[in-house]
C-alpha cells in the first residue's frame, strides 16, 4: 500500500518550453501533497504545498508563476515548469500524505529528472 | 530559522561493520521526527519517531530520539552493500502544513 507514481521519470526539454509531471498516489487519498526538488548531492528541497481543491502554498523563493501547481483531485496532483531554462534542471519528487492515516508519514514518488537544454 | 542537520555527510565503511548516523535538529513546534532512505531514486520510509527514549526496530536498523537534546540517531548493524544509499532525516512540525524538513543526508558507502 501507500504508492505513488510519478510521469515522466525522465523528461528532456527546450529551453523556453514548459513541461508537466504528473503525481498520483495509486492506492490512497491524498488531500496534501508536496513538491521537491533535489540538485545533485543536495537534500530535497521543498519547493510547494498543494491541497486538493485550493491554491498551492509556495516556499519562500520558489516563483508561483514558473512553477504552476493543480491538485484538482484527491489521487493527482501537476507540477508544470513554465518557459523551462537550464537552470530549472533538476530532479523533481512528490509526496502525499495519506488522508485517513492523519500522520507525518509521507509517501515518495519515484522522481522526476528534467534536463533543460 | 528550522534547521535540520545530519552527521557526518560521508561515511565509507567494510561489510559488517556497525554504523551510526547523527541528526541534530533546531526546529519550532517540534511534532516528529523521520528518517528515509534514498538510493537512486525516490526516498523510501523508514522510521517515525515522536517519542523520546524508545527505540524503534526493524531488522538490523534502529532509531532512538532524544527531545531533551533535540537529536536522533540511526544505528546499522553488520552493513551489507545493499545498505549503501543517502539517509534522510526530516522533521516534522505541528503547525502548518505538516512539512517536513530535511537535514542535508548523510551518503553511506558499504565496500565488500
Known amino acids: 500500500g501507500a504508492v505513488v507514481s510519478q510521469h515522466p521519470s525522465r523528461v528532456i526539454c527546450k529551453s523556453g518550453t514548459s513541461v508537466k509531471i504528473e503525481c498520483r498516489s495509486l492506492d490512497f487519498q491524498a488531500t496534501t501533497m508536496f513538491w521537491y526538488r533535489q540538485f545533485p548531492k543536495q537534500s530535497l528541497m521543498l519547493m510547494a504545498t498543494s491541497n486538493e481543491g485550493s491554491k498551492a502554498t509556495y516556499e519562500q523563493g520558489v516563483e508561483k508563476d514558473k512553477f504552476l501547481i493543480n491538485h484538482a483531485s484527491l489521487t493527482l496532483s501537476t507540477l508544470t515548469v513554465t518557459s523551462a531554462h537550464p537552470e530549472d534542471s533538476s530532479f523533481y519528487i512528490c509526496?502525499?500524505?495519506?488522508?485517513?492515516?492523519?500522520?507525518?508519514?509521507?509517501?515518495f514518488g519515484p522522481g522526476t529528472r528534467l534536463t533543460v537544454t | 530559522e528550522d534547521k535540520v542537520v545530519q552527521s557526518p555527510l560521508s561515511l565509507v565503511v567494510h561489510e559488517g561493520d556497525t554504523v551510526t548516523l547523527n541528526c541534530s535538529y533546531e526546529v519550532t513546534n517540534f511534532r516528529s521526527l523521520l528518517w528515509y532512505k534514498q538510493e537512486k531514486k525516490a526516498p523510501t520510509f523508514l522510521f517515525m519517531l515522536t517519542s523520546s527514549g524508545i527505540e524503534k526496530k526493524s531488522g538490523r536498523l534502529s532509531s532512538i530520539l532524544d527531545k531533551k537534546e533535540l537529536f536522533s540517531i540511526l544505528n546499522i548493524t553488520a552493513t551489507q552493500t545493499g545498505d549503501s544509499a543517502i539517509y534522510l532525516c526530516?522533521?516534522?512540525?505541528?503547525?502548518?502544513?505538516?512539512?517536513?524538513?530535511f537535514g542535508q543526508g548523510t551518503r553511506l558507502t558499504i565496500n565488500p
Open positions: 526530516a522533521v516534522g512540525r505541528i503547525q502548518g502544513a505538516q512539512k517536513l524538513v
Open positions: 509526496s502525499a500524505r495519506d488522508r485517513d492515516r492523519g500522520t507525518y508519514e509521507q509517501y
